[in-house]
């Protein structure tokens, strides 16, 4: 488990120099009132800088029992001064300063580059996610058990969310919420109000406290939390769907200070938007505006629709799309066209689910489900992972795309296999012909993966297109070796033929002898085609 990068400064008048890897978490936490309503009385930031550079503010949070915290994560290397700022004169004026230095395990937030992801560190960044809306609400033990499946599948981001779901699939209480509360829950299952009663003008600090260690769990093993900020799977159980806007405001700028500081942490707007009735689509760009302002990092933000809602994804402040629609990856070829109207990363985070439900977008097979994995990513874009097997009648099973748990599908055992072939890429995947090859893909010169899907072909003649997307073009006299992989069985086999190109015909390139591969006659193989240097 890597250490989490984690140093809290607890301030005593004058400065005090401490260390801070680059990208890691400094916290700096002061004692105050704690009579009142901190939450609504008390502003507190801090400015942080360098000689000649611009200044960073973060704004801090109150913790509960007189303890007020603000956290910062550096950005540069380098020595920091900072001062704090509050309308209360025991919190403002604290100075000190602190170093950052390089750490070669922390890689920093992920970040959007063109179509692609990257960390901040430049290392490539190749999303492989997986689905568990509601498991920090869930019991300990289920918890527990849904980290240790998500560290075992080797996922490296997961869609969850902030507030608990109320609807079909998943009708569990939680233990703690977001803001503090009274009453208790309704415990039938069908009631439309839970009976309890939220004070919105104050946040529950245990809840948060919660939350950040779940989050620094998946950080533990390289996952990415992409935090589903609202959601319409409430419809007046407990309200937190029809907040008033300044309600929703100031919630994510408590959540923002408590969490911009965490690496891991992506931004989502919301999961099916505009199933939320109470909002406008200008509400949802004011609340984009007020994420993007809250946040001193630039971490990632999107928004997710509904089945083949696609929100304008070209407004500023939003880093990549969160697409629900299988329309563009249940065949080859067809992902392509979003990654050419789209000038940012392409991800589908919504594409039906592998599992046993009735319901048509929950009751794909493993290998559907791999395979338009594979028809994305192959396209240059990103799909996203789900699963949800029942078992047990009612509400009470946990399926892991609703609660975590234990994976129950096959689907999952080939993810890290996946990972292996992304990551050994040289440069980000492309379609190397988008409008004209729907099985070929490029990563940069001299590197091609050529995908059947659900085709089960006994020969392949080799023959690659002379376009190689944004690398250059290929040309005759160059010579390529051949592995055969079964993305669904995860073997690897060798080719022992050596195939040189010839001269260009009709915009394609075949070997000069006319050779090919001998196929095994199944679905789901892969080729990856190197050139030999």
């Not at 990549?320 to 990654?339: C, K, M, N, Y």
């Not at 000038?343 to 046993?356: A, H």
Request: glycine residues 8%; charged residues 20%; contains cysteine.
């Amino acid at each position: 488990m890597k250490r989490l990068l984690i140093f809290t400064l607890l301030l005593l008048p004058g400065f005090i120099l401490a260390s801070v890897p680059q990208w890691g978490r400094y916290e700096i936490k002061l004692k105050g009132t704690s009579t009142g309503n901190p939450f609504m009385e008390i502003n507190l930031s801090a400015d942080f800088w360098q000689t000649g550079k611009d200044t960073i503010r973060v704004t801090g949070f109150y913790d509960g029992d007189g303890k007020y915290i603000i956290r910062f994560m550096p950005p540069q290397t380098g020595e920091w001064r900072y001062v704090t700022h509050s309308n209360d004169k025991r919190l403002n004026g604290k100075k000190g300063k602190l170093t950052c230095e390089i750490t070669p395990q922390q890689h920093g937030p992920v970040i959007a580059v063109d179509r692609h992801f990257c960390y901040a560190d430049s290392t490539p960044y190749i999303p492989i996610g997986t689905t568990a809306y509601a498991w920090i609400h869930m019991t300990h033990e289920i918890v527990n058990q849904t980290i240790q499946q998500l560290r075992l599948a080797q996922f490296n981001k997961v869609r969850m969310c902030v507030f608990p779901k109320h609807y079909a699939l998943c009708r569990e209480l939680p233990e703690m919420y977001p803001f503090v509360s009274s009453g208790t829950a309704n415990p039938n299952p069908n009631a439309k109000k839970s009976g309890m009663t939220f004070d919105y003008e104050r946040f529950n600090p245990a809840f948060f406290h919660h939350l950040e260690n779940m989050i620094d769990s998946l950080a533990s093993f390289g996952c990415e939390a992409d935090l589903i900020l609202f959601h319409p799977y409430d419809k007046g159980y407990w309200g937190f769907d029809s907040m008033p806007m300044e309600v929703n405001l100031r919630y994510l700028q408590y959540l923002q200070a408590r969490l911009s500081s965490f690496h891991n942490v992506w931004w989502s707007l919301a999961n099916e938007y505009d199933l939320v009735k109470q909002k406008s689509e200008d509400e949802w760009c004011q609340l984009i505006a007020a994420v993007k302002k809250n946040d001193p990092y630039r971490h990632l933000v999107s928004i997710h629709g509904s089945t083949a809602t696609y929100f304008p994804y070209e407004r500023e402040g939003l880093t990549h799309t969160s697409i629900q629609d299988e329309a563009p990856v249940i065949q080859q070829g067809r992902a392509g066209i979003l990654w050419s109207i789209y000038k940012i990363p392409v991800v589908l985070d919504e594409v039906r689910y592998e599992g046993n439900l009735p319901y048509r977008w929950g009751r794909i097979s493993g290998e559907e489900m791999i395979n338009t994995m594979w028809n994305g990513i192959l396209m240059g874009c990103y799909v996203t992972h789900g699963e949800c097997y029942q078992y047990k009648a009612g509400d009470y099973d946990t399926i892991f795309w609703a609660k975590g748990g234990s994976w129950r599908g096959e689907s999952w055992k080939r993810i890290g296999f996946m990972r292996n072939i992304l990551t050994d890429l040289p440069n980000p995947l492309e379609a190397a012909d988008i409008s004209r090859d729907d099985q070929i893909s490029t990563a940069g010169d001299g590197y091609y993966l050529v995908y059947f899907g659900t085709e089960a072909p006994t020969y392949w003649e080799f023959n690659l297109p002379q376009k190689n997307a944004s690398y250059p073009k290929l040309h005759a006299g160059r010579k390529f070796k051949a592995e055969i992989i079964d993305t669904w069985n995860m073997t690897i086999d060798k080719c022992p033929t050596i195939f040189e190109t010839d001269k260009v015909n009709d915009y394609r390139i075949k070997d000069k002898h006319r050779q090919g591969i001998a196929l095994p006659g199944k679905p789901y193989i892969l080729l990856r085609i190197k050139e030999i240097k």
